[in-house]
């Protein structure tokens, strides 16, 4: 399968088994859609009014040569069970706070409590979750935790903890953790930067962009916009990280389908790493994104992109976590089938320890795989999500992005269509998009390097 597409003034084509992309003239891109549905003869019977036989001939002659280097209309023919993950787990969505100290309007956390009783993580819940990664990820020795909420500041007394007990776990088993924290800077203080700074490997900072667009969907439990309580402790965080991995993540709404304008206010702030992402909603909230709002997202990402490499061209770089695509060497074919991981490599712990498959299911019980006591008891769960992979979605299987965002987000899926099976239609116009403009934008500073 290959797919073409006009983007910037190129004509790109890619593989879609091999990643391979390509930049062809306007006779390639043309032919491109006869060439393995047609004989040579008919090829240049069809277009030979338009083109000389001479450049249809060695049009051909490239194209076969290519195929032949087996670089298109390549079919790989992946097989799911020679990319299975050995049934271990090597990553904790560690909620230590159900409890948070904003109330935004679009948050799936329903304010931090997951629509039940506002805790904290006691400190045995969160050594016995630690000791059952330890133990769940078997030979894996690299294994990630993520503080989450709610708001994980609000109980930094166990995270402080549980990083020294899963340091002192880790070189007892011969594992290594890294550790990341998603937090809303209210918090944040000089002495927690400090903090942070030397013990998280990543850290995701929580702003949505302006100030009119960040207070209206973020407030604070006095109804208060957010911005000004938490813009200079999140530049600070970002200022002191540096080179170190962290970004800032922001949320758009129906409200600010300008959201081109938020990334480049971020990106003049300041802030060298950021990521925007569309919400997802119920169509019964003013906020939501549907599809009539899909012909507006698509321009503005596509005025993002240009935007991008033009501030990229003056010298004034910043990374946009969605144009970033490697095309030499891209995910491994583990991940291009799985996607997130959720429920099957990944899964998420709540205060009382109850293990979910990500931190979007917390609070079905539906979904409830069993708890940090007893490990995974209802395995039908992890059954479930494991046949959730790429390979078995059948929407995917036309899909030319499929390998780029392995099959999408379980949660989105089921929220909308009551199965992980069946992708959310929005998500994956908008993933789609995102990747035309991330192959462009790689082709064109490829080109500049």
């Not at 990083?163 to 088993?173: I, T």
């Not at 046949?387 to 078995?392: F, I, P, Q």
């Not at 059948?394 to 030319?400: A, R, V």
């Amino acid at each position: 399968m290959i797919h073409k597409y006009k983007k910037n003034g190129l004509n790109i084509v890619l593989d879609v088994d091999t990643s391979t992309v390509l930049t062809v003239d306007e006779l390639t891109f043309e032919v491109l859609d006869h060439y393995e549905g047609k004989t040579r003869a008919e090829i240049i019977a069809s277009f030979q009014e338009k083109y000389s036989v001479t450049e249809l001939n060695e049009c051909l002659d490239e194209l076969d040569g290519v195929k032949a280097a087996g670089l298109l209309f390549r079919e790989m023919n992946y097989q799911r069970e020679n990319y299975a993950n050995e049934d271990l787990i090597k990553a904790l969505c560690l909620h230590v706070a159900h409890d948070c100290n904003l109330k935004c309007a679009y948050c799936f956390a329903a304010q931090g409590d997951f629509d039940g009783e506002k805790l904290l993580m006691p400190l045995e819940v969160g050594k016995k979750a630690i000791d059952f990664i330890i133990a769940q990820s078997k030979n894996r020795k690299n294994l990630e935790v993520d503080f989450f909420g709610g708001e994980p500041l609000m109980n930094l007394d166990v995270v402080k903890q549980l990083v020294v007990y899963g340091k002192e776990m880790a070189a007892k088993n011969d594992k290594q953790f890294k550790f990341t924290m998603t937090t809303n800077g209210v918090l944040l203080n000089a002495e927690t930067r400090e903090y942070l700074n030397e013990t998280m490997d990543n850290i995701v900072l929580s702003l949505d962009g302006r100030k009119e667009v960040n207070d209206q969907m973020r407030q604070t439990v006095n109804d208060q916009g957010s911005f000004d309580v938490i813009i200079d402790n999140i530049k600070a965080m970002a200022k002191m990280r540096g080179d170190k991995d962290h970004y800032v993540r922001g949320t758009y709404t129906h409200h600010n389908l300008d959201f081109a304008k938020d990334v480049e206010f971020l990106a003049a702030k300041g802030f060298k790493s950021i990521s925007v992402e569309p919400v997802v909603a119920e169509a019964t909230h003013d906020y939501a994104l549907t599809e009539s709002d899909l012909p507006t997202i698509m321009a503005e990402y596509d005025a993002l992109a240009l935007s991008y490499l033009t501030r990229h061209e003056a010298g004034l770089h910043y990374n946009f976590f969605h144009f970033n695509v490697d095309l030499d060497h891209g995910p491994c074919v583990y991940k291009r089938l799985s996607g997130c991981g959720a429920g099957k490599d990944y899964v998420a712990v709540t205060p009382e320890g109850d293990i979910y498959p990500c931190h979007q299911f917390v609070g079905n019980e539906a979904f409830k795989m069993g708890d940090v006591s007893n490990g995974i008891t209802n395995g039908e769960i992890k059954k479930i999500f494991d046949a959730g992979n790429l390979l078995e979605k059948e929407d995917c299987q036309s899909c030319w992005a499929k390998y780029f965002c392995g099959g999408g987000c379980h949660a989105n899926a089921y929220n909308f269509n009551g199965t992980i099976m069946k992708p959310h239609f929005v998500s994956c116009e908008i993933e789609r998009r995102r990747v035309e403009n991330a192959i462009m934008i790689s082709i064109i500073e490829g080109e500049q390097e």
